[in-house]
């Protein structure tokens, strides 16, 4: 969802995606005076643009926040409505060879020179085996399902910007737990140094260790403002706008358990962009070899579907994995610092010890709740790749 009063996407001028608009119902546009819309509003209900136009970022709405409000996608919309209004879609075959044959005759008939006849007849065989890659290039349904092979793109990279804005978060909470942990270290170091303990050298190294620590805190306190900066523009905010963002939906255990693989490959071969794009290039070409080469890179898309849900299968089932090994860290840390409290009140464990014990927990708690996050990033991305998103060719 998103605040219409500070978007500039919803009914853009092209060149000008920065400023701010209203509504519709307040300026009074109609479908026929706001060309520049993505979608007319006749084409949701009402209730949808609000949802569309408030203040709050769902997860379930990316896709159409996506298409609506992403200056790359709404603009790639529009140009794709304008070129269909104005016909410049689906070249006939029979068109395309009399406006070859077209500018060859002009050509020639103009010519005073072997040099401008010999130009003409290159241009024109040039044409010729050109034909098919125009028939392809200017296809009404190429061009509509490579745009929602675009937009599902899009989606998926703005669904891992979500889980950017928590994941830089918990980044910029890890770097100052060990920011300040460092200092405490130094104060161990001078401490030894005036015992005898530690060397200048020890010292020294301490103090770097806590620069270093503290200009990590500093690089990720920008990439967190980065990344939250990055998702509003991305779906027509202002940069520094405070929409409220939705969470990322858990990922249970039960979810991943009940893929069924195979299944899921049939439905990534049906519903593989790519593939549909190389299956419809090879139905609109006319030339034996365009068709023979298109029917090598159809086959080449299947056998990429295939691979690549398999790939995206594999990095879930490894994420999957490796949450439960960070669990598993974190319980134990935890079990440690509690005997390390126990030990410190017996008067058996050190202040320095206590403090390692607490440094090590806190830092396991953020790092499992990363790694849960990069599981719901796998998943989300599992469910792209099956959706449209698996295979990939030349041609693309």
Same mark, same amino acid.
């Not at 949808?48 to 919309?77: C, F, G, M």
């Not at 409505?81 to 500018?103: H, K, M, P, V």
């Not at 708690?365 to 990939?392: E, V």
């Given at each position: 969802?998103?605040?219409?009063?500070?978007k500039?996407?919803?009914?853009?001028?092209?060149?000008?995606?920065?400023?701010?608009?209203?509504?519709?119902?307040?300026?009074?546009?109609?479908?026929?005076?706001?060309?520049?819309?993505?979608?007319?509003?006749?084409?949701?209900?009402?209730a949808?643009?609000?949802?569309?136009?408030?203040? +709050?970022?769902?997860?379930?709405?990316?896709?159409?926040?996506?298409?609506?409000? &992403?200056?790359?996608?709404?603009?790639?919309?529009l140009?794709?409505? &304008? %070129?269909?209004?104005?016909?410049?879609?689906?070249?006939?075959?029979?068109?395309?060879?009399?406006?070859?044959?077209?500018?060859?005759?002009?050509?020639?008939?103009?010519?005073?020179?072997? $040099?401008?006849?010999?130009?003409?007849?290159?241009?024109?065989?040039?044409?010729?085996? +050109?034909?098919?890659?125009?028939?392809?290039? &200017?296809?009404?349904?190429?061009?509509?399902?490579?745009?929602?092979?675009?937009?599902?793109?899009?989606?998926?990279?703005?669904?891992?910007?979500?889980?950017?804005?928590?994941?830089?978060?918990?980044?910029?909470? #890890?770097?100052q $737990?060990?920011?300040d942990?460092?200092?405490?270290?130094?104060?161990?170091?001078?401490?030894?140094?005036?015992?005898?303990?530690?060397?200048?050298?020890?010292?020294?190294?301490?103090?770097?260790?806590?620069?270093?620590?503290?200009?990590?805190?500093?690089?990720?306190?920008?990439a967190?403002?980065?990344?939250?900066?990055?998702?509003?523009?991305? $779906?027509?905010?202002?940069?520094?706008?405070?929409?409220?963002?939705?969470?990322?939906?858990?990922?249970?255990?039960?979810?991943?358990?009940?893929?069924?693989?195979?299944?899921?490959?049939?439905?990534?071969?049906?519903?593989?962009?790519?593939?549909?794009?190389?299956?419809?290039?090879?139905?609109?070409?006319?030339?034996?070899?365009?068709?023979?080469?298109?029917?090598?890179?159809?086959?080449?898309?299947? +056998?990429?579907?295939?691979?690549?849900?398999?790939?995206?299968?594999?990095?879930?089932?490894?994420?999957?994995?490796?949450?439960?090994?960070?669990?598993?860290?974190?319980? &134990? #840390?935890?079990?440690?610092?509690?005997?390390?409290?126990?030990?410190?009140?017996?008067?058996?464990? %050190?202040?320095?010890?206590l403090?390692?014990?607490?440094? +090590?927990?806190?830092?396991?708690?953020?790092?499992?709740?990363?790694?849960?996050?990069?599981?719901?990033?796998?998943?989300?991305?599992?469910?792209?790749?099956?959706?449209?998103?698996?295979?990939?060719?030349?041609?693309?």
């Open positions: 969802m998103k605040n219409i009063c500070v500039s996407v919803a009914v853009i001028s092209v060149l000008s995606l920065c400023v701010p608009l209203q509504a519709l119902a307040v300026t009074g546009a109609t479908v026929d005076k706001a060309p520049h819309q993505v979608s007319y509003e006749r084409e949701r209900t009402d949808e643009w609000r949802t569309l136009r408030d203040n +709050n970022l769902e997860w379930d709405e990316i896709q159409d926040l996506v298409h609506e409000y &992403n200056p790359t996608i709404s603009k790639a919309w140009s794709f409505r &304008n %070129s269909d209004n104005e016909g410049a879609f689906n070249i006939s075959y029979d068109d395309a060879i009399q406006s070859i044959e077209d500018t060859y005759d002009a050509t020639l008939s103009q010519s005073t020179s072997d $040099l401008t006849d010999a130009f003409a007849e290159f241009s024109r065989s040039t044409s010729y085996a +050109n034909v098919d890659t125009s028939l392809q290039n &200017n296809d009404r349904e190429v061009n509509e399902l490579s745009l929602k092979r675009s937009e599902l793109q899009m989606t998926e990279a703005i669904q891992e910007q979500v889980i950017a804005v928590y994941t830089t978060q918990l980044t910029t909470q #890890l770097n $737990l060990t920011s942990y460092d200092k405490t270290l130094i104060g161990k170091t001078e401490r030894q140094l005036a015992t005898g303990q530690a060397t200048e050298l020890d010292l020294l190294t301490a103090q770097k260790t806590s620069k270093d620590a503290d200009i990590a805190l500093t690089s990720a306190q920008a967190e403002v980065k990344a939250k900066q990055s998702l509003l523009v991305n $779906l027509g905010w202002a940069y520094n706008a405070t929409p409220t963002i939705c969470a990322v939906p858990d990922v249970a255990d039960a979810m991943i358990n009940s893929i069924d693989l195979t299944a899921d490959t049939t439905k990534a071969l049906g519903n593989s962009f790519q593939l549909q794009v190389d299956e419809r290039k090879q139905n609109v070409s006319v030339s034996d070899s365009s068709i023979a080469q298109m029917a090598l890179t159809v086959d080449n898309d299947k +056998n990429q579907v295939q691979s690549d849900i398999m790939s995206a299968y594999n990095a879930l089932i490894n994420a999957k994995n490796e949450y439960a090994k960070a669990q598993l860290q974190a319980s &134990n #840390l935890n079990e440690t610092l509690a005997q390390t409290q126990r030990a410190f009140t017996a008067g058996t464990a %050190s202040q320095r010890e403090e390692a014990a607490q440094y +090590n927990a806190s830092a396991q708690t953020i790092n499992t709740a990363l790694s849960k996050y990069a599981l719901q990033k796998s998943y989300f991305s599992y469910l792209a790749t099956r959706d449209g998103l698996a295979g990939g060719s030349a041609s693309a």
